[in-house]
Nanobody
């Protein structure tokens, strides 16, 4: 059974940093994406990392502030979020997905989400 468990969310001031973790079990460790969904808004992709080669993708809204990385030995993917803004407030989800899937806001498996609140 595939499970993804996110952790590391919290409440921070604007300009601060947070590092989210996604522990993956029960599956060959493939491509992983981070998504977020703010209240009243659609879910959106914020980062993706490929299974092989570590190629990454970021949308313009977070590029240069967020960094996705993976530790295959620990079956864990991280999302380092720097220079946080109030508009980054959302529930953040990790998911097993190819980049093509992630670009369509789809995935094979999802975590339960972790809340991030950025105060102005």
């Amino acid at each position: 059974q595939v499970q993804l468990v996110e952790s590391g969310g919290g409440l921070v001031q604007a300009g601060s940093s947070l590092r989210l973790s996604c522990a993956v079990s029960g599956d060959t460790f493939g491509g992983v994406a981070w998504f977020r969904q703010a209240p009243g808004r659609d879910r959106s992709l914020v980062a993706h990392i490929a299974r092989v080669g570590g190629l990454t993708y970021y949308p313009p809204s977070v590029k240069g502030r967020f960094t996705i990385s993976r530790d295959n030995a620990k079956n864990t993917v991280y999302l380092q979020m720097d220079s946080l803004r109030p508009e980054d407030t959302a529930v953040y989800y990790c998911a097993l997905a190819s980049l093509a899937q992630a670009a369509r806001n789809t995935a094979d498996y999802w975590g339960q989400g972790t809340h991030v609140t950025v105060l102005s």
